[in-house]
């Protein structure tokens, strides 16, 4: 039995197709990520995963349980860590984590091996009021409330978004040593940096899936040669090379251009050339191996 089963989910919201018509499925312990930007349709999913909202049609099942029939046991096996911080802000960080603990018939102290990695670093704060938590400490307080119960599947959606690349990494550092607990973890991220922390990850756009695979897989699949330029002139030669007749696609990335040729050409010396001839002088390029929002831009194209 997997974790996780979809099959055909659709939903609408009005005119708006949210889902259209998803289907995965997760491995019991798999930390299974969730890529595609805002409005992807990532937390419609998860809101459904976790029986918040129904489908319009398809079917999902969490542990083997239908999250429409047996929505009340999943509830009780599942935790969930929505994008917004959603505690109550005018309890302290002690007492938030002990309602939560009350509510599913079970005690801090129980399931405190769970969660004391993360909550150390904020038990220094435990009689603040959690809506004067930074950033980083809201998210740690997050994590632990939904992990209080010793959830079987932990739901994350987009859980370092605003939080500071430390934050970033110590969080996703926590997420290793819970998968090792036997949980099953899927995670929503707009940050195509952190899928290579993922076992598999499913590129979502506009509600639909387009690729599910391993890092690795999706970014081997990749069969295009790709180059990397740089030029004084970053914003310029952008546009420029977006009107060369041999350009299949560019796109900036940090401080570079990612562009693919048509053609499959072998070398970039004529994007050198007719760069040359618009005034740029002599760019610097040099052929690389893709990532995983090379991957997701193509797809996009296709």
Same mark, same amino acid.
């Given at each position: 039995?997997? @974790?996780?089963?979809?099959?055909?989910?659709?939903?609408?919201?009005?005119?708006?197709?949210?889902?259209?018509?998803?289907?995965?499925?997760?491995?019991?312990?798999?930390?299974?990520?969730?890529?595609?930007?805002?409005? @992807?349709?990532?937390?419609?999913?998860?809101?459904?995963?976790?029986?918040?909202?129904?489908?319009?049609?398809?079917?999902?099942?969490?542990?083997?349980?239908?999250?429409?029939?047996?929505?009340?046991?999943?509830?009780?096996?599942?935790?969930?860590?929505?994008?917004?911080?959603?505690?109550?802000?005018?309890?302290?960080? /002690?007492?938030?984590?002990?309602?939560?603990?009350?509510?599913?018939?079970?005690?801090?102290?129980?399931?405190?091996?769970?969660? /004391?990695?993360?909550?150390?670093?904020?038990?220094?704060?435990?009689?603040?009021?959690?809506?004067?938590?930074?950033?980083?400490?809201?998210?740690?307080? @997050?994590?632990?409330?939904?992990?209080?119960?010793?959830?079987?599947?932990?739901?994350?959606?987009?859980?370092?978004?605003?939080?500071?690349?430390?934050?970033?990494?110590?969080?996703?550092?926590?997420?290793?040593?819970?998968?090792?607990?036997?949980?099953?973890?899927?995670?929503?991220?707009?940050?195509?940096?952190?899928?290579?922390?993922?076992?598999?990850?499913?590129?979502?756009?506009?509600?639909?899936?387009?690729? *599910?695979?391993?890092?690795?897989?999706? *970014?081997?699949?990749?069969?295009?040669?790709?180059?990397?330029?740089?030029?004084?002139?970053?914003?310029?030669?952008?546009?420029?090379?977006?009107?060369?007749?041999?350009?299949?696609?560019?796109?900036?990335?940090?401080?570079?251009?990612?562009?693919?040729?048509?053609?499959?050409?072998?070398? *970039?010396?004529?994007?050198?050339?007719?760069?040359?001839?618009?005034?740029?002088?002599?760019?610097?390029?040099?052929?690389?191996? @893709?990532?995983?929002?090379?991957?997701?831009?193509?797809?996009?194209?296709?």
């Amino acid at each position: 039995m997997k @974790a996780i089963e979809v099959k055909g989910l659709k939903k609408k919201y009005r005119k708006t197709e949210a889902i259209k018509g998803v289907s995965f499925e997760v491995d019991k312990g798999e930390l299974f990520g969730i890529i595609g930007p805002d409005g @992807a349709g990532k937390t419609t999913l998860f809101r459904i995963l976790t029986t918040l909202i129904y489908p319009d049609e398809g079917e999902a099942r969490v542990e083997g349980l239908d999250t429409i029939k047996d929505y009340k046991e999943i509830r009780h096996i599942v935790g969930y860590m929505p994008g917004r911080f959603s505690l109550y802000q005018d309890l302290s960080v /002690e007492e938030n984590l002990t309602f939560f603990a009350t509510v599913f018939n079970t005690t801090i102290e129980e399931n405190y091996h769970l969660i /004391e990695d993360i909550y150390k670093q904020i038990e220094p704060f435990k009689r603040r009021k959690a809506g004067k938590l930074s950033g980083g400490m809201k998210q740690k307080l @997050a994590l632990s409330c939904a992990l209080i119960h010793k959830p079987k599947v932990l739901f994350l959606d987009e859980p370092t978004t605003g939080v500071d690349p430390v934050s970033r990494k110590e969080f996703w550092g926590m997420l290793k040593k819970l998968k090792k607990e036997g949980i099953t973890i899927v995670v929503s991220t707009p940050y195509m940096d952190e899928a290579m922390l993922c076992d598999r990850i499913a590129l979502i756009s506009e509600g639909e899936i387009m690729k *599910i695979n391993s890092p690795e897989g999706i *970014i081997d699949e990749y069969d295009s040669r790709l180059w990397k330029i740089r030029g004084e002139d970053m914003h310029r030669l952008l546009k420029d090379v977006r009107e060369y007749e041999g350009t299949e696609s560019c796109y900036a990335f940090g401080d570079s251009l990612h562009i693919t040729l048509k053609g499959g050409e072998e070398s *970039i010396g004529g994007l050198e050339k007719f760069a040359e001839e618009k005034g740029h002088g002599k760019i610097r390029g040099e052929e690389i191996r @893709a990532n995983i929002e090379d991957c997701f831009m193509k797809l996009m194209k296709k």
